[in-house]
């Protein structure tokens, strides 16, 4: 069963700074997608980024980026020049055959 | 545009009780899939399905049925109610599988779910 761990419940960093977020999943497969979504107080989901494992190149969006280890099947999120309104749950996700597996989370909060 | 849309947003039920949230999008979207989230356990998969007359199992379905008769519903059913089915309930679809480019998962805003 694949599983994806986020390891960090609770982060918090100062608004401008940069912070990355940490992920790790299991897998025995070679091709597969992962995902980080964002969910803000108001609930809603929000997909940030996306990676295809057959990629070697770390996805970027914009202040988002990933850093992508296949061999260590780690995922982290980094959000660089952190604003207000990044602060919320962030979750991992592993994709395989259309069942998106999700982590628990991890709460990042922004200090102004 | 309405998007995914779920009914109702809060429910109470007592123990033994059946319920069916309701979700149904108006994107035309084949795939869609049902979440439940509770405090330290993310989102955990319960049923997906990737077009109508098709469903499958995700990580937690047991005491849950679904049924996916059109494209725009997909109906989960609770057939007897028991507190540890307390939890959020998020509904999701996606134009594709949701890993396709350009086919994120849209979420539903949610149906919070009390069983006593």
């Known amino acids: 069963a694949q599983t994806v761990t986020q390891s960090q419940p609770e982060m918090s960093v100062q608004e401008a700074e940069t912070v990355t977020l940490s992920c790790t999943y299991d897998?025995?497969?070679?091709?597969?997608?992962l995902f980080w979504y964002k969910q803000p107080p108001s609930r809603q989901m929000i997909l940030v980024i996306r990676?295809?494992?057959?990629?070697?190149q770390n996805a970027t969006e914009n202040r988002f980026s990933v850093n992508f280890q296949k061999a260590a099947k780690s995922f982290s999120l980094k959000i660089s020049d952190s604003q207000l309104g990044d602060a919320a749950m962030y979750f991992c996700?592993?994709?395989?055959?259309?069942?998106?597996?999700f982590g628990k989370g991890t709460r990042l909060h922004i200090l102004p | 545009n309405a998007g995914v849309t779920q009914t109702p947003k809060f429910q109470v039920l007592k123990t033994g009780q059946s319920m069916t949230l309701q979700c149904a999008q108006d994107?035309?979207?084949?795939?869609m899939s049902w979440y439940r989230q509770d405090p330290g356990m993310g989102l955990r998969l319960i049923h997906y399905?990737?077009?109508?007359?098709?469903?499958d199992q995700g990580e937690v379905p047991n005491g849950y049925n679904v049924s996916r008769s059109t494209t725009e519903d997909f109906p989960l059913r609770l057939l007897s109610a028991a507190p540890s089915q307390t939890s959020v309930y998020f509904c999701?679809?996606?134009?594709?599988?949701?890993?396709?480019?350009?086919?994120?998962?849209?979420f539903g805003n949610g149906t919070r779910l009390t069983v006593t």
């Open positions: 999701a679809s996606s134009k594709e599988t949701p890993s396709s480019y350009n086919s994120p998962l849209h």
């Open positions: 897998t025995s497969e070679s091709d597969y997608y």
């Open positions: 990676q295809e494992a057959y990629k070697q």
């Open positions: 996700a592993y994709d395989r055959n259309d069942k998106i597996i």
């Open positions: 994107m035309n979207h084949e795939y």
């Open positions: 399905s990737v077009g109508a007359g098709i469903t």
